[in-house]
């Protein structure tokens, strides 16, 4: 009595491609055994044929044809017979998928309906199998091979078809609600570590574009003219480069601020939610940041915090237009 899924591979197949090519199976091995993600992946030959089968319960699984095999299946199919040397060694093309798809969905069907096997039925292909780390699980796989020898005429050649289904699907361990509890719960695991991780703004007021050789010549007493467009608004900048918003300088309790006034292209990218409430006014409650720590604006924002009157509101000034050009004087060893 054979023990694990497709008991009936050998047969199925042999029907199956009799079928659709001039060939005939004969001598078929069908040999068993349970590997690791990693274990398969290092069993599949670059050149192989590789698709994704849908295993019926939401469990990737594959399909692998050597490349022998697959070469052998597609000249008979195309040709009507085998010729007496072998083809050379290449990719599988999509014409090649369509007719070797056709081929497996035909060798599941063949199963007999008592097998849960049969109602598997073949996927994409995978053109790059680089990309087979990221489309399977990483979980256990029941790995059905079926090593035959394929006849027409008085040519023979050799064939390979590896089916790695997930023991999962198969029925053979681990509940299914309990693989969807488990997703879940490391789903949300990540969310959380990449929602607590740092993420580090920067406060431009402006940019001055310089030659290189003016650039080498600053030093100590240098100053830089930023241009009074620049003055109106200041861009918090991410460290890729990216802007997220646009605020206006202003202060809060004796401590510089920006006031978050728009979106880049004015399109809103989330909602703001303050982290004090509002006072009556509008304003801010209190301070940015958290209470154990003073805020860090970067540059020269970092003035020490003095604790004004609560009465005062925060000092958002309306325009910058009558503003003179900023300049930007390096310090000095005083």
């Known amino acids: ?116 096997c049969s109602a598997i039925r073949c996927g994409r292909p995978v053109q790059d199998h680089r990309l087979l780390p990221v489309l399977m699980d990483e979980v256990s796989y029941d790995i059905v091979t079926l090593n035959t020898t394929l006849v027409s005429g008085g040519v023979t050649r050799g064939m390979v078809i590896m089916l790695a289904l997930p023991r999962a699907a198969s029925g053979d361990e681990d509940d299914p609600v309990a693989v969807e509890e488990a997703k879940k719960d490391w789903t949300d695991a990540m969310e959380d570590a990449v929602m607590a991780s740092p993420a580090n703004l920067r406060a431009e007021l402006g940019r001055v574009t310089l030659p290189l050789s003016e650039v080498m010549k600053l030093g100590v007493g240098s100053t830089l003219t930023l241009p009074l467009s620049n003055l109106e608004e200041v861009k918090l900048v991410a460290l890729d480069g990216a802007t997220h918003a646009i605020g206006r300088l202003g202060q809060t309790r004796g401590m510089r601020a920006i006031r978050l006034t728009g979106w880049p292209n004015g399109t809103p990218q989330h909602t703001m939610i303050d982290a004090m409430p509002p006072t009556a006014s509008g304003g801010f409650g209190g301070q940015l940041g958290h209470d154990t720590a003073e805020p860090d604006f970067g540059g020269g924002f970092g003035a020490p915090m003095v604790d004004l009157p609560e009465s005062e509101e925060p000092d958002f000034p309306a325009g910058m237009a009558g503003m003179a050009p900023m300049s930007l004087d390096l310090p000095t060893d005083d």
């Open 1 to 116: 009595m054979v023990i694990g899924p497709a008991p009936m591979l050998a047969r199925s197949f042999g029907r199956a491609v009799s079928l659709s090519a001039p060939l005939v199976s004969e001598e078929p091995d069908v040999q068993r055994k349970t590997a690791t993600l990693p274990e398969l992946l290092d069993s599949i030959d670059p050149d192989a044929f590789v698709t994704m089968i849908d295993s019926g319960e939401g469990y990737p699984a594959l399909a692998i044809i050597e490349q022998e095999g697959f070469a052998t299946v597609i000249e008979a199919m195309t040709i009507g017979r085998l010729g007496s040397r072998a083809p050379a060694t290449r990719r599988p093309t999509t014409t090649d998928a369509a007719l070797l798809g056709e081929l497996l969905d035909a060798t599941f069907r063949g199963l007999g309906a008592e097998d849960p």
